[in-house]
């Protein structure tokens, strides 16, 4: 995370909207929602990481990853390596990589929109694409409805944060997950020039003692940290709350970052903690200091085979697939915002609902309101 001016703007080409409190640019191609500026009092801040590799040629890599930045949706959800009953998906499916077409722009009452489509070829539908800002809210609100599909999908969004260069400079916090789990499969190889630091498939609790690679625990709420390594987990979402919410605080520098969504769509919330670990191109180590922070209806980062197929999760009657009907469309909706937070604010620990927005409350018992539309959620 870092301030920066609002007129810093990437060559790839897309749209911008703004209002009181933010200013966006969403790339054509991807979709992807970055960089992003949040007016917090006389602060501009940008929290959202983007690729280091953005001005190089990188033939061959799929689209969604030349561009790399912010948050995009991805339908299916992950590395999409094996093929699904003929369906051959790129990674994160073509929402992430395809261009968008702009449906159009908005602004009344204080709101600006942005709407974009795409018509999916791998399985035939429709996407509408829906960037939402309101006065005085530093917020923004994403919906993705998906229309006319059929059959099992996997789906999920992409946030990542831009840490400062701190060892534990954010706090990390989820409202409950019944369940932690590290990746099965081997995430990062040495042989590949990949190096994880996570013992592959262990199981957990806490985010506090998380099982290593060499027998002992890591604290994965606290961020950077872990230099030289890739990993990744999946919590296990609770479906009873109304809402769920992902938090990260920056204590020093006085602000907070915290995503909500419904956990009856957007199931479970996947970690990817990107600190170096890939010294192969394009990523050749200078990756760090990210955390993907992304919720999904998903099993891990595989994909839809992986997802839609028997996995240990569904077999325990969890769901990692969201079956879809062309004749009923499926919405997908989440908040992402930022408050500045006073000093002695540490980690999230709980967030609820008040007339006009949401509580952020610390463990160190300091409240923070923040102006929110909660009704998004579900409507």
Known sequence: MKKTSPKTRSATAGWSLGSDRVKAFVTRTGGQLGPVFFR?????????SVAPWQNEPLPGLPAMLRILRGDFFCAP???????FRGERHPPHGETANR????????????TACLHATMTNRVRPGRVDKRITLRRGHA?????????????????????MLRFPDREGAGLLSVSGFTGGHVAPDPWEAPERKG??????????????????RDG????LSRFPARRGFEDLVML?????????????????????????????????????????????????????????LEEVTAFFHYGLAESAGRNFLNRAGIPTAANLDPKHPTRIAHIMAMAAAPRGFDEVADISPVPGGVTLRSRSGIRVFAPLDLDFIHR
């Open 195 to 212: 190096y994880h630091a996570l013992k592959l498939g262990s199981a957990f609790a806490s985010l506090k003692r998380v099982p290593t």
């Open 77 to 83: 959800f992950g590395g999409n390596a094996m093929a």
């Open 216 to 219: 002992g625990v890591t604290d």
């Open 236 to 292: 296990v979402g609770d479906p009873r709350p109304k809402f769920a919410w992902s938090a990260v605080s920056f204590p020093d520098e006085g602000c907070v970052f915290f995503s909500l969504k419904d956990p009856r769509v957007l199931r479970h919330t996947v970690l990817w903690l990107s600190n170096g670990g890939r010294h192969y191109p394009p990523w050749n180590g200078r990756h760090v200091n990210v955390l993907g």
């Open 40 to 48: 917090l009092g006389r602060r501009t801040i940008q929290p959202f």
């Open 99 to 110: 261009a968008w077409t702009l449906a159009g722009r908005s602004r009344a009452g204080g």
């Open 139 to 159: 917020a923004v609100y994403c919906e993705h409805i998906l229309s006319g599909f059929s059959g099992p999908m996997c789906f999920g969004t992409h946030p």
